[in-house]
């Protein structure tokens, strides 16, 4: 593991694999209050692609994982972290790098496509025709300040949304700082993404029963010369189906 300080001050862990030189690194951006190893090295996605030989960086997201988790909603929002991938670029000293981002990671990942001339491909995870219409991951399917309400409230049985409670568990299993979660969920992104500014060959791939990614070929559609693949599970199994790891591997070789 490697750390940089970003622009603001913060210090991002990020987790490294293989050595390759010859191909770009592939940036793996996990999702909301997971972290680099629970979303790609977990499901064996990192053990795929450096099986391909590829060189490997998952980073851990201000808040998450061993990153710094400032309570501060002003040190947050999925365009500061867009941010920081172009700084872990800078950082690397690398001309390009191949991009793949889940969930919360989609929209950092698309954001930072859409005006970062060094994402050579571009894949994202657990997102659909949600980013067009709500301009971040699906707040239609679960409102930002119910996952707030959930994730601050002492009592769990207190949680006022059904969908807001996987939040607050999941956040509870892996010992999330929840303060910190909190202040990133009450800024996420909900301004139009330009999708359009995107130029690096994009795979928009979704759980067929992810109700956080409804209808990706939608998603796609949006995204110049971009294509969809529908995967089994839902928005948490997705990513350890095998078709998911075998698609990454397959797209970012190309």
């Known amino acids: 593991m490697f750390r940089f300080t970003t622009s603001d001050g913060l210090s991002i862990a990020c987790h490294e694999w293989g050595d390759d030189v ?11 209050s997971a972290s680099g190893l629970i979303n790609w090295k977990a499901p ?29 909603p002003a040190f947050y929002g999925e365009a500061r972290m867009a941010r920081d991938v172009s700084e872990l670029i800078d950082h690397l000293g690398v001309p390009a790098i191949d991009l793949a981002g889940y969930s919360m990671g989609a929209i950092v990942s698309l954001i930072c496509a859409s005006q970062e001339p060094r994402v050579r491909r571009l894949v994202t995870g657990g997102v659909g025709e949600g980013v067009v219409a709500t301009g971040g991951v699906d707040t239609r399917h679960v409102p930002s300040d119910a996952i707030v ?27 999330a700082d929840r303060k910190a979660l909190a202040a990133q969920a009450s800024v996420v992104h909900a301004t139009p993404i330009p999708l359009d500014r995107i130029t690096a060959p994009t795979l928009v ?13 939608r998603l796609a559609a949006a995204i110049p010369g971009a294509r969809s693949l529908v995967v089994s599970g839902d928005h948490r199994s997705a990513v350890a189906a095998p078709a998911f790891a075998q698609a990454i591997v397959a797209f970012l070789a190309g």
């Open 22 to 32: 010859a191909a770009p690194p592939v940036v793996l951006h996990h999702g909301f």
């Open 205 to 217: 791939i979704a759980g067929d029963d992810d109700p956080l990614a409804v209808h990706p070929e």
């Open 149 to 175: 309400q959930a994730l601050l409230v002492e009592d769990v049985s207190m949680i006022e949304h059904p969908a807001a409670a996987p939040f607050r568990l999941f956040a509870d299993a892996i010992g």
């Open 44 to 72: 064996g996605i990192v053990d795929a692609l450096v099986a391909a030989g590829r060189r490997v960086i998952a980073i851990d997201a201000r808040g998450h994982g061993a990153s710094d988790k400032p309570h501060d």
